[in-house]
């Protein structure tokens, strides 16, 4: 069975307890040991899946197709641990089981109720999987105190006391703020938090002290002493210039220590941290720097686009040069704003839904075609890039998405892009309506695309035929058009399996000209860059003059 570590949060949210868990996960990987993180989410969304980038961030994909927080990303970049549907949970998600079940009659007629039913759920959902690794890192949203998630807190009280002595520990994540009239770090609010999670019978092992300015011993003694853990368990967590120091930044605090010692592993395995020192001198020792262009609709929420930014940061990291990303509103482009694009050594049109901006994301592609800029187009991107095209190389002035005439409601466009009502996913087929539920309904996961022998995109992936990425949409580029728009330039240089949808098209007389239907960007690690974003990067250091 796993060991189980929980991570709690107080004091205030957005303290950085995916980024502690994400590290923390990576330690125990150089010590030789095997782990899995989770995220329990207290909201009552079923998932993310729904929400506006503006109020939850980015919206992570894993390979069996679960919509999830982007914290789930952290995880995977910082261990390589692929996430799961089942490492992934909501309030939502398990009041929506324990319904199911009641309606099923698998109660038996007992009255349902939070205490046993929903902290069952949660619980199952826990063993989920623990036969599998060394440790199980459980991050709980949010902070202890707020209401929604005293069911979490109660079932992981229970899951605790239910296992035997030892199996369990908790890290709770606190903030210590600094008083500048006085001086002083300030540790009561650390205290009360602590009896927070006392008073519903948690204690924590390791606490981990976020803070501007260094934390004296004394203070971390007092610590110690007022919340009932040991000195060495207070660990000091500073701000890092680059989220991929907070390995390295934990390790010589003693995080990795503090918890093997609160298992009593002892002696523990010595730490090999040669990926992460490789991960930080790669950073630090760039030799140049090209901007990138991010034209989007939600530039401003940058978490919108996280794992964008740090697939670009990969793709950097892969050819020792720094990137310098700037983030470009695409209303901004429409009409004659594109000339704000000049100086810029590559560009990238993310994902997103809606026509708001899209006409700023057209221009964008045409200036990178003309100009003959570097051009990743992802998801909306690509399908931008083949309106584009059709407007302005295949004489269909008035193309466009179908998804744009159903949210107006009357029909404008002719539909290079529609909505996908049919398609096959392992060995069954999907199908979809126009009017169903939102949530969960999109063509989600990993799917395989078959590239052209030659292409560029082939070449990039080392001269592979066929590779995997993750896909999160519901409208696709119509094949229907593939030879009028193949006729005006624009290849189609991968292809689902079947034929039938497009994956991959390209410009073979462009310098770098890519658009893909999927999202490479989810699948991309600081010690294994995404391949289209490392070759993006090279071709903007090419159009910068730095190689």
Same mark, same amino acid.
């Given at each position: ?14 303290l ?25 989410d ?8 729904t ?14 197709g ?20 089942t490492?992934?949970v ?44 060394d ?65 519903? @019978? %948690?204690?924590?092992?390791v =606490? ?5 300015? !260094?934390? /004296?011993e004394?203070?971390? $003694? ?27 930044a934990?390790?010589?605090? @003693? %995080?990795?220590?503090?918890? =093997? ?5 002892s !002696?523990? /395995?010595?730490?090999?941290? $040669?990926r ?30 996280k ?7 990969h793709?950097?990291?892969a050819?020792?040069v ?17 000339h ?15 026509e ?37 190389l ?96 624009l ?57």
């Amino acid at each position: 069975m796993a060991r189980y570590i929980f991570i709690t949060g107080g004091v205030v949210s957005s303290l950085g307890k995916g980024l502690a868990s994400a590290a923390l996960g990576a330690l125990l990987q150089a010590r030789g040991f095997t782990v899995r993180l989770r995220k329990l989410d207290p909201y009552l969304n079923v998932d993310p899946g729904t929400m506006s980038p503006f109020e939850h961030g980015e919206v992570f994909v894993t390979d069996d197709g679960a919509e999830t927080d982007l914290d789930l990303g952290h995880y995977e970049r910082f261990t390589g641990v692929s996430a799961r549907r089942t490492d992934s949970v909501s309030s939502g998600r398990i009041y929506s089981n324990v319904l199911e079940k009641e309606r099923r009659g698998e109660y038996l007629g007992k009255t349902i109720q939070v205490i046993p039913h929903v902290t069952n759920e949660i619980k199952d959902f826990l063993t989920i999987g623990a036969d599998e690794v060394d440790f199980m890192l459980c991050e709980i949203g949010g902070t202890v105190g707020d209401i929604e998630g005293l069911p979490f807190f109660e079932a992981i009280r229970q899951f605790i006391h239910e296992r035997p002595r030892g199996q369990c520990i908790l890290m709770h994540l606190t903030l210590l703020p600094y008083l500048a009239a006085s001086g002083e770090l300030k540790t009561k609010p650390t205290q009360h938090s602590v009896k927070e999670l006392q008073s519903i @019978g %948690l204690a924590p092992d390791v =606490l981990v002290c976020r803070s501007e300015h !260094p934390i /004296p011993e004394k203070e971390r $003694a007092k610590i110690a002493l007022f919340c009932n853990v040991r000195p060495d368990a207070v660990i000091p967590a500073y701000d890092l210039k680059t989220i991929y120091e907070a390995p390295l930044a934990y390790h010589r605090a @003693g %995080l990795d220590r503090a918890v =093997l010692d609160a298992f009593a592993i002892s !002696p523990a /395995p010595r730490p090999d941290l $040669a990926r992460w020192e490789d991960v930080m001198d790669r950073l630090q020792n760039a030799e140049g720097e090209v901007r990138i262009a991010i034209v989007g609709k939600y530039t401003q929420l940058e978490d919108a686009y996280k794992s964008i930014s740090e697939a670009l940061t990969h793709g950097g990291m892969a050819n020792r040069v720094r990137v310098k990303a700037d983030w470009v509103d695409s209303e901004k482009l429409e009409g004659e704003g594109a000339h704000l694009l000049d100086g810029y050594h590559g560009i990238i049109v993310p994902g997103g839904f809606g026509e708001r901006g899209t006409e700023g994301m057209v221009a964008a592609a045409r200036y990178a075609r003309e100009k003959k800029v570097p051009y990743l187009g992802i998801c909306l991107g690509m399908q931008m890039a083949v309106i584009e095209a059709a407007r302005n190389l295949a004489d269909m002035p008035d193309a466009g998405s179908e998804e744009f005439d159903h949210e107006a409601g009357k029909t404008r466009f002719t539909p290079v892009v529609y909505h996908l009502k049919e398609w096959v996913q392992g060995n069954y087929t999907v199908k979809r309506k126009v009017g169903d539920d939102k949530g969960g309904t999109m063509r989600l996961g990993a799917y395989t695309a078959i590239l052209a022998e030659g292409s560029r995109i082939s070449e990039i992936y080392g001269g592979a035929t066929e590779i995997e990425d993750r896909h999160r949409h519901r409208y696709e580029v119509d094949a229907t058009y593939r030879q009028q728009l193949e006729k005006a330039g624009l290849c189609f240089s991968g292809m689902s399996p079947d034929g039938r949808l497009p994956e991959v098209v390209e410009y073979a007389d462009h310098p770098w000209f890519i658009g893909v239907q999927s999202h490479p960007e989810l699948k991309s690690k600081p010690f294994a860059p995404a391949p289209l974003f490392a070759g993006f990067v090279r071709a903007a250091m090419e159009e910068g003059r730095l190689v």
